[in-house]
């Protein structure tokens, strides 16, 4: 599989998780008669940090995916150009 699509995969699960949090707080508040700003954090609360944790590990899982190969063929060109620099001031061995 693609670096790329996989990178994008792990990121829409990411949104996915980060929406399912708020998803579940308002399906687990659709019996209340009033709303506020104060019920809908304490509904959060009864949801948990575990949706928002997964969405932020996926996220990061995901930029690594994508960044990732671009990053190491940036690293492997210039540890190509140090080996070629090293080989022309090293001095011949004569034995």
Do not use: Q
Not at 21 to 49: C, H, P, Q
Not at 57 to 80: A, M, N, R, Y
Request: charged share 20%; glycine share 8%.
């Amino acid at each position: 599989m693609n670096h790329k699509t996989m990178g994008m995969i792990f990121i829409c699960i990411s949104v996915f998780l980060y929406g399912v949090r708020y998803l579940a707080a308002a399906i687990f508040g659709s019996n209340l008669t009033s709303w506020s700003k104060e019920m809908f954090d304490s509904m959060l609360t009864y949801v948990g940090k575990g949706p928002l944790v997964l969405s932020w590990i996926s996220l990061i899982v995901g930029i690594l995916c994508f960044l990732g190969p671009s990053i190491g063929k940036w690293h492997s060109e210039d540890l190509d150009k140090i080996k070629k620099n090293w080989k022309e001031f090293d001095p011949p061995n004569n034995k």
